[in-house]
């Protein structure tokens, strides 16, 4: 009899405590970023603390790296995304995968608008030269409307990718997932 009971206590003792808040959540929110739930219904920790802390720096690293890449004229800018997928498993089932998603999104979304609106506003200005060297008013206008809506689409990238980055460093120092 005292057997069972023993067994009772130590299984209690093993379950992990799902009400710990997460600094910057309000207390209904629970934290679940850490535990995974198996096939019996059970949680696991996936990460410990010190991985998550370590996850938690180097993700700074990588918004600061896509910061300072703005003043290396984008050479800085491959960096930050070779370390997201280096390290993108190591927060799976995490609410640091998040982050990581979002960085990589953000990086490709980003490539691809800048080229569109470049491609854009170079066939403009290749237009628009063609244009004035046969005196058409209609191909240099166009031309130019072409090369201006090119710049705009580059410059909605540079803004977006921006707004990305602050958003997700923002989330990160909350401590919660980008949405």
Do not use: C
Request: aromatic letters at 12%.
């Amino acid at each position: 009899m005292d057997n069972n009971r023993d067994i009772r206590q130590t299984s209690k003792l093993q379950e992990p405590d799902l009400k710990i808040p997460v600094s910057g959540m309000d207390s209904s929110r629970l934290q679940h970023s850490q535990l995974m739930t198996t096939g019996k219904g059970q949680s696991q920790p996936v990460i410990s603390k010190q991985q998550e802390e370590a996850l938690i720096r180097y993700n700074h690293i990588t918004y600061l790296l896509y910061v300072l890449s703005y003043f290396t004229a984008g050479l800085l800018w491959i960096v930050p995304i070779i370390m997201n997928y280096a390290r993108r498993q190591q927060a799976e089932h995490t609410w640091l995968a998040t982050h990581f998603d979002w960085q990589i999104k953000t990086f490709w979304y980003s490539i691809v608008f800048a080229v569109i609106g470049i491609v854009m506003a170079v066939i403009g200005l290749g237009g628009l030269g063609l244009g004035v060297f046969s005196d058409s008013s209609n191909v240099a206008l166009s031309s130019t409307g072409l090369a201006a809506l090119g710049g705009l689409i580059f410059l909605f990238s540079f803004i977006w990718q921006i707004y990305r980055i602050v958003k997700g460093w923002i989330a990160l120092t909350d401590k919660r997932p980008v949405q």
